[in-house]
């Protein structure tokens, strides 16, 4: 998400895993500076990439909600999300935090203070959704007992299906992958088949159509599936529609949703939400 808000000033960005940098921290910038994103300050593989950028000399701006960290300790600037405490594994909140911060950061560089009101509109819009939750439990229910469940969507959708598709998978027990609407028919369409479940974000009216004809390849296939859109994108038949907010947060929005229907499928099911099996809040080890 941060790239995209950088991209939308013409500045040069990326993205990297850190498990996957630190074997391979190659940068063609010559002055480069590093957002570290962490909840808890403690994973191991940001740590390593952290300890290799500040032998370069490079500089590093960590994005935590752990005052006191190690990330935060060792970074060359560092910004608390002062998201509260998150007691469950999966972090869900720290995300949210995590986005508004860089939406921050753009608009800082960009010499916009408005991105604040745009925030409020955001929190707004959250409101809305934690009002509406029991909606979504009667979502989830539906659906609980799916074994196999893809989320598609476009652009921004897309990043905030990932999310949507790893809180299924930690909390809810589901294999839960996330694909761009325009990859569907380079392979992962041969996975559909009668009632398998898709969940589609639908936030960006200029991808909204071409998403919609994605759909419709997938409804010929018997797909169940069930789209969160917003006020702008709606369509009849939506499960979910969302209150309008700025274009670029709008799939913040969704995100939210994706999370209440991972836990109300979780819930279903009778699962310990809070602490997943296999999972820990920090990956200590590489």
Do not use: W
Not at 50 to 56: D, F, G, L
Not at 142 to 170: C, N, P, Q
Not at 225 to 241: M, R
């Amino acid at each position: 998400m941060g790239v995209r808000f950088m991209h939308f000033l013409n500045r040069r960005a990326s993205a990297s895993i850190a498990s996957e940098f630190a074997y391979d921290p190659f940068t063609s910038a010559k002055h480069p500076v590093y957002i570290l994103l962490s909840q808890s300050g403690e994973t191991a593989d940001l740590i390593r990439c952290q300890k290799i950028i500040n032998e370069r000399g490079e500089i590093s701006i960590a994005v935590t909600n752990s005052k006191g960290s190690t990330i935060e300790r060792n970074a060359t600037y560092s910004c608390l999300l002062y998201a509260g405490l998150e007691v469950a594994v999966a972090s869900t909140k720290s995300y949210v935090a995590q986005v508004a911060f860089l939406a921050m950061l753009t608009g800082a560089l960009d010499h916009k203070p408005n991105v604040i009101t745009h925030l409020y509109a955001l929190t707004d819009a959250i409101k809305d959704v934690i009002a509406r939750k029991k909606e979504i439990q009667v979502l989830a229910d539906s659906v609980a007992d799916a074994k196999d469940a893809f989320y598609v969507g476009r652009g921004e959708d897309y990043l905030a299906g990932m999310e949507g598709a790893l809180k299924l998978k930690e909390v809810a027990y589901v294999h839960a992958e996330c694909y761009p609407g325009g990859e569907l028919k380079h392979g992962p369409i041969a996975l559909i088949e009668n009632g398998t479940l898709v969940i589609s974000l639908i936030s960006d009216p200029a991808m909204a159509s071409a998403m919609r004809n994605n759909l419709e390849e997938l409804r010929a296939r018997q797909a169940h599936i069930l789209v969160i859109s917003n006020e702008p994108c709606k369509a009849e038949g939506d499960a979910f529609v969302t209150k309008m907010v700025k274009p670029y947060l709008a799939s913040v929005v969704g995100v939210v949703v994706a999370q209440y229907f991972s836990y109300y499928v979780a819930l279903k099911k009778g699962l310990p939400i809070d602490k997943p099996r296999n999972l820990a809040k920090s990956v200590t080890v590489e």
